[in-house]
């Protein structure tokens, strides 16, 4: 539990802080010779932005509009100002997104993350995560690599030869989906086969739910969670202290009101905005569409970075009432201009044939007949749809990252 990968992890939060914004205006100057970000963040001086209350005064880039980006302006939509030559590899996922690999050493920030969850020099490591095109398999790859273990290529599927594969090489580790764990540890079982030598996972792309996760460890495998993604890496990880994941080295995480840029009060549940300090491809307020909420305090491993609780849903909450979108932004709205309101919650339902919308808003008087009408006109102003309002108490709602609640089932 007090084994570490370095003094990075171990450092005072405040030094931590100030290492971070003391870096992030020169990576605001490189990510704004890119003609898309020096638009997107146009108005703005990179001297200034030394402080989180200051990087909260940025525009978030939605990784939901990076696919219409980036066809229309190929291939990363004018947000990289390096040639795509000067990368060592290329990838695409779905969208399409078309992401780029540093040619640095773990460019995806993953060995700390493999370290904690128990990865050690010499392991021999069965990596499952996809090698075609997408950039799952080399994220993982090249972490354990750095770490210096050896890495099986294997990719995902084709469990008989995965078996013969884990036979003559005897991995200590493995690394790819929870699910796929399974089905290796369910094929080995019907085949007779051994595959005892692995003693150690960290699983990342599904969910890992606490019934999978007794499962994995009554079979003999130590399994840790890590949160990643294409574009930015290896964001957080789980270490022994079973507590949480743990926010990785070098990047601002931030946690805001879905379908805005405002921070959320500590400990209530937000969407993850995320800005990575890569001086060759820096990502600036990207906003992941991932709920989480923080958890307060440094770990009980002794690393004292931010701690998330992990993925708790999706942020991309827009719907569409009476056959106009409604966005979380516009909900948040209603909140700036009424700053006497707490939490808000739009509720979506069907009365009969009709779309019904009831916005229902903390305050500390919820018997405020005028406020109601004033909050009710709002609501009409800014969706241009009319809707009820119910006034509740203060910490009535759920702290569940819900702006929009659809009610209207299938």
């Not at 949480?244 to 009060?265: F, H, K, Q, R």
């Not at 916005?359 to 102003?381: F, H, I, S, W």
């Amino acid at each position: 539990m007090t084994s570490h990968f370095d003094g990075f992890e171990t450092r005072d939060p405040a030094q931590r802080e100030a290492d971070l914004f003391a870096r992030l205006p020169d990576v605001l100057r490189h990510a704004m010779q890119a003609p898309a970000y020096a638009e997107h963040l146009k108005g703005f001086e990179p001297a200034e932005i030394t402080s989180r209350a200051a990087l909260a005064r940025l525009p978030v880039l939605r990784k939901s509009d990076l696919p219409a980006l980036h066809k229309a302006s190929p291939p990363f939509g004018g947000f990289v100002a390096a040639a795509p030559g000067s990368f060592g590899r290329l990838f695409t996922s779905p969208g399409p997104i078309f992401e780029p690999e540093a040619k640095q050493a773990d460019a995806w920030r993953g060995a700390r993350a493999l370290h904690a969850a128990g990865f050690r020099p010499g392991d021999i490591v069965l990596n499952t995560f996809s090698y075609h095109l997408t950039p799952g398999g080399f994220i993982f790859d090249g972490a354990a690599r750095a770490l210096g273990c050896a890495v099986i290529p294997a990719g995902p599927g084709n469990t008989d030869q995965q078996l013969e594969l884990i036979a003559a090489y005897r991995p200590a580790a493995y690394s790819g989906t929870p699910d796929f764990l399974k089905m290796l540890l369910d094929a080995a079982e019907k085949a007779q086969g051994d595959v005892s030598s692995i003693r150690r996972a960290l699983v990342s792309g599904a969910a890992f739910p606490p019934s999978l996760q007794a499962e994995i460890k009554a079979r003999g495998v130590d399994a840790y969670q890590a949160y990643a993604t294409a574009d930015l890496g290896f964001i957080a990880y789980e270490s022994a202290a079973r507590d949480g994941l743990i926010v990785n080295e070098d990047l601002i995480l931030e946690i805001v009101t879905p379908g805005t840029g405002d921070p959320v009060a500590p400990g209530d549940v937000g969407e993850i905005v995320v800005t990575s300090l890569d001086p060759q491809h820096p990502w600036i307020r990207l906003a992941l569409g991932d709920l989480t909420a923080a958890l307060p305090g440094p770990s009980p491993c002794g690393r004292t970075n931010l701690r998330i609780k992990g993925w708790m849903g999706r942020a991309d909450q827009a719907t569409k009432v009476k056959g106009m979108f409604v966005r979380p932004e516009q909900i948040a709205e209603i909140g700036r201009r009424h700053p006497e309101l707490g939490r808000l919650r739009l509720v979506v339902s069907r009365d009969g044939e009709s779309d019904v919308m009831v916005l229902k808003a903390e305050t500390a008087v919820p018997g405020d007949a005028g406020l109601q009408d004033a909050v009710a006109a709002t609501l009409r102003a800014v969706s241009k749809l009319g809707g009820k309002v119910e006034l509740v108490a203060p910490a009535s709602l759920p702290n569940d990252g819900r702006i929009i609640a659809d009610e209207r089932g299938g």
